[in-house]
Antibody
Framework: EVQLVESGGGLVQPGGSLKLSCAAS????????LHWVRQSSGKGLEWVGR??????????LYADSLEGRFTISRDDSKNMAYLQMNSLKTEDTAVYYC????????????????WGKGTTVTVSS | EIVLTQSPGTLSLSPGERATLSCRAS???????LAWYQQKPGQAPRLLIY???SRATAIPDRFSGSGSGTDFTLTISRLEPEDFAVYYC?????????FGGGTKVEIK
């Protein structure tokens, strides 16, 4: 069974940091791009960024709105992806999902098929 | 950035009725890279339709997608009890990927 499981969410103060993890199983993770999407009550679903596979030199792209505060990485030996979030703001409060491209591919233009259940990040003092 | 506007915000229908959901883009969606997702409370989005009209694996044929350019439609031919949920459109042909604000299909 294809599965993505996020962890690492929690309550953090404004200006703080948090690192989310995404554990993948049931498909060839090393050949897959991995995306992060967040969902807040205020802004709905928002694409955060993605990291491509080794075939594309692990190319990373972020949403402009993040202003360089977030960093995506991956460890193919562990089938894991990560989202390091720094200088957190109250507007970063959301459920964070990791998700893969259709059929576990790494195309430039493809829909997102399998999603994790999400991990909740709350930024508040 | 492409803005996706979904309408109506809420659709109140009875089981067995037909649901028609609209998604309008602020500019042309490249090569019909448009998807639809279903989301129920406390769950992640579930892919229904990709490439405007292709059904994802295990999606029943009562779900269909159509459209081109800037106007897209998701149709549920006969609503089943499990279809009452929120539906989102998503364009993935232009960077950044964007999502619509959602249409809630509720039981009348």
């Amino acid at each position: 069974e294809v599965q993505l499981v996020e962890s690492g969410g929690g309550l953090v103060q404004p200006g703080g940091s948090l690192k989310l993890s995404c554990a993948a199983s049931g498909f060839t993770f090393s050949g897959s791009a991995l995306h992060w999407v967040r969902q807040s009550s205020g802004k709905g679903l928002e694409w955060v960024g993605r990291i491509r596979s080794t075939s594309y030199n692990y190319a990373i792209l972020y949403a402009d709105s993040l202003e360089g505060r977030f960093t995506i990485s991956r460890d193919d030996s562990k089938n894991m992806a990560y989202l390091q979030m720094n200088s957190l703001k109250t507007e970063d409060t959301a459920v964070y999902y990791c998700t893969r491209l259709l059929a576990g591919g790494d195309q430039t233009f493809e829909a997102l098929d399998v999603w994790g259940k999400g991990t909740t990040v709350t930024v508040s003092s | 950035e492409i803005v996706l506007t979904q309408s109506p915000g809420t659709l109140s229908l009875s089981p067995g009725e037909r649901a028609t959901l609209s998604c309008r883009a602020s500019q042309t969606v490249r090569s019909s890279y448009l998807a639809w997702y279903q989301q129920k409370p406390g769950q992640a989005p579930r892919l229904l339709i990709y490439g405007v009209s292709s059904r994802a694996t295990a999606i029943p044929d009562r779900f269909s997608g159509s459209g081109s350019g800037t106007d897209f439609t998701l149709t549920i031919s006969r609503l089943e009890p499990e279809d009452f949920a929120v539906y989102y459109c998503h364009q993935y042909g232009n960077s950044p990927r964007t999502f619509g604000g959602g249409t809630k299909v509720e039981i009348k």
